[in-house]
């Protein structure tokens, strides 16, 4: 007998799973400007507050302690209260938490409330990734889930925008930058009242009458004829009993993800939130290390493409290890450039790779769980990263005085080397059905 889920992994890709990817893309693209807009406000406040590094490093990596309890804590509420009532809390909060950054007197004031900002952020990545992926077709799922993660370059994208154009107009350009940031907390409305629900997560939960009329919901949108009632599977929609991340058939898949998000966070943030700040520090204006960081930034829109291509093609394990793999030499790279031309190609080349990885992992996360703990095994795996995110802003003024550029980006290749060789670990899951128990 065909179960919902079946069904709705059966179905094609319709204008349906088209406003659930853009709904769900929006709130992450906004997740990412706030995120990209820290790196291009601490360039600022170093010059306007005279900040020491350790100070910048502490409003970077502040966020990031956030990012690590709220993805935590945010996968287990999705498994427990639905991914959609959590994606519209996220937004809420962090969109009002930014907002109120924006009037930060002190720099006490501006880490507080980015630690606010941070559990906003980290709870929404997991859960949005998690819903989507729930509701693709089997064929393209992995396709979708990456088409989510371009979104992330959407927004660092505009980040990058208003960090060149905002942020030095003025001595407050930066709260107004900021400011932008309440644009999510109006956003988490549409997210409540117009996305649907994981119908997986429905089912767990013994509400099987709203699972069925999303379903149907779908089917219609597909031009196919739904199941009729008396036809509607029974045994495949009991709750399924809660498991964990570390049972035995997980054990292994679980320590190999984590590692991958480890090393993919300690040299992403570690480079990007330092990356306008390291410019100016080799001697380029506000302006001119604002512009570089904006190419750079560009090169990530072409990197998700390509990856959302070859994730169906190579299949997910070698897409995300190739990728991280072009990162670890391209950070190399970097870490050699002196010349505009070659720090502009080298970032360039990092974006590329870096956000194709990005693009990859957040595709096999959900498909290596369970519907009782996918929540949890993608949230926890994105909070232990977030131990990363946290470390890698405050190493990098220590890396930096013990050995200049070469011996941070030789740091982050050498990581982006050790989440290759987990990646590869991974079991391949492309074209599979979810597992619901």
Known sequence: MTTRTQRLDDLPFTGRHRRLLTGSGVG???????????????????????????????????????????????GLLADRIGRRQVFAATLLVYGLATGAAALST?????????????????????????????????????RVVVALEAFWAVGWLLAA??????????????????????????YALVVRFGLPESVRYLESRGRHAEAEAIVRDYEQSAGVTS????????????????????????????????????GINFSYYGAFIWLPSLLVA?????????????????????????????IEVWGRRLTLGVFLAGSAVSAGLFGLAETPGTIVAAGMALSFFNLGAWGALYAIGPELYPTPVRGAGTGSAAAFGRLASIIAPLLVPV???????????????ASFVVAAVAAFTLPERAGTVLDER
């Open 28 to 74: 992450w693209a906004l997740d990412a400007m706030d995120v990209g807009l820290i790196s291009f406000v601490m360039a600022a406040l170093a010059v306007q507050w005279d900040l020491s590094s350790t100070q910048l490093s502490w409003i970077g990596s502040i966020g990031f302690v956030g990012m690590a309890i709220g993805a935590s804590l945010g």
């Open 227 to 262: 199941v009729p009632e008396d036809e509607q599977p029974v045994a495949e929609v009991e709750s399924a009993p809660r498991g964990s991340v570390w049972a035995p058939n997980l054990r292994r898949r679980t320590a190999a993800l984590w590692i991958v998000w480890f």
């Open 106 to 142: 002190s720099v006490a004031m501006l880490i507080a409330l980015r630690f606010v900002v941070g559990l906003g952020l980290g709870a929404e990545l997991p859960v949005a990734s998690t819903l989507v992926s729930e509701f693709a077709p089997r064929k393209v799922r992995g």
């Open 399 to 413: 890396l930096l005085g013990a050995g200049g550029n070469g011996l941070v980006f030789g740091a982050f290749a």
């Open 282 to 310: 080799q001697g380029f204006d506000l302006v001119t290390s604002f512009g570089y960081t904006l190419l750079i930034t560009l090169a990530q829109l072409p990197g998700y493409g390509v990856a959302a291509w070859l």
């Open 161 to 186: 925008l208003i960090g060149y154009f905002v942020v030095p107009a003025a001595d407050n350009g930066w709260r107004w930058a900021l400011a932008v940031g309440l644009v999510p907390a109006a």
